[in-house]
T-cell receptor, first 115, second 112 residues
Framework: DTGVSQDPRHKITKRGQNVTFRCDPI?????LYWYRQTLGQGPEFLTY????????KSRLLSDRFSAERPKGSFSTLEIQRTEQGDSAMYLC?????????????FGQGTRLTVV | GESVGLHLPTLSVQEGDNSIINCAYS??????FIWYKQESGKGPQFIID?????DKRQGQRVTVLLNKTVKHLSLQIAATQPGDSAVYFC???????????FGKGTRLHILP
């Protein structure tokens, strides 16, 4: 257990429905990242937060995706009007920024299946 | 850019032998590198990292080597055990950017 928890672990939804995932990072970490991973591929960066500020969004993140970290602690990732291509593992990671980048710890992920 | 990749998709190693997993990167500005291990159905697990001011770092049974001249990174696992079976990713970060970029991964098979 890395200390990063994600909920739910699995989600099956019908195409067109909205889904929301939650990530609780390690409590003292100020950075929080969202990644997406499809079968056989490495995780792809989606977005990240420093405290409550969303600092960068990948081109992969279409308008149907939105992420929040309202109090600088937990974060949510919402996908609206899901499509079959959204089926993937959604991973959250957190790290603490000190002198330069430090290791990011990942949660177990939320596996989304859109049917 | 999306610059990190691995040479081999699959590596099979006899139990007890040493494993070497290689990684090539193309972003000269990358200054921090990480190896992650990912078991089926789980998130990536941090193994070891190295900063660009070093060329070698050792952990417990693992060693990471960095050759900045040829932009090459390797992970050595000593006395490979069945529990080492997983997909291994190298990842990079440069100080102009705060995201970690992952390669495609190498699946390590341990032969009995």
């Amino acid at each position: 257990d890395t200390g990063v928890s994600q909920d739910p672990r699995h989600k099956i939804t019908k195409r067109g429905q909205n889904v929301t995932f939650r990530c609780d990072p390690i409590s003292e970490h100020n950075r929080l990242y969202w990644y997406r991973q499809t079968l056989g591929q490495g995780p792809e960066f989606l977005t990240y937060f420093q405290n409550e500020a969303q600092l960068e969004k990948s081109r992969l993140l279409s308008d149907r995706f939105s992420a929040e970290r309202p109090k600088g602690s937990f974060s949510t990732l919402e996908i609206q009007r899901t499509e079959q291509g959204d089926s993937a593992m959604y991973l959250c990671a957190s790290s603490s920024i000190g002198e330069g980048f430090t290791e990011a710890f990942f949660g177990q992920g939320t596996r989304l299946t859109v049917v | 850019g999306e610059s990190v990749g691995l040479h081999l998709p699959t590596l099979s190693v006899q139990e007890g032998d040493n494993s070497i997993i290689n990684c090539a990167y193309s972003n000269s500005a990358s200054d921090y590198f990480i190896w992650y291990k990912q078991e089926s159905g789980k998130g990536p697990q941090f193994i070891i990292d190295i900063r660009s001011n070093m060329d070698k770092r050792q952990g417990q049974r693992v060693t990471v080597l960095l050759n900045k001249t040829v932009k090459h990174l390797s992970l050595q696992i000593a006395a490979t055990q069945p529990g080492d079976s997983a997909v291994y990713f190298c990842a990079e970060n440069d100080d102009r950017d705060d995201k970690i970029i992952f390669g495609k991964g190498t699946r390590l098979h341990i032969l009995p």
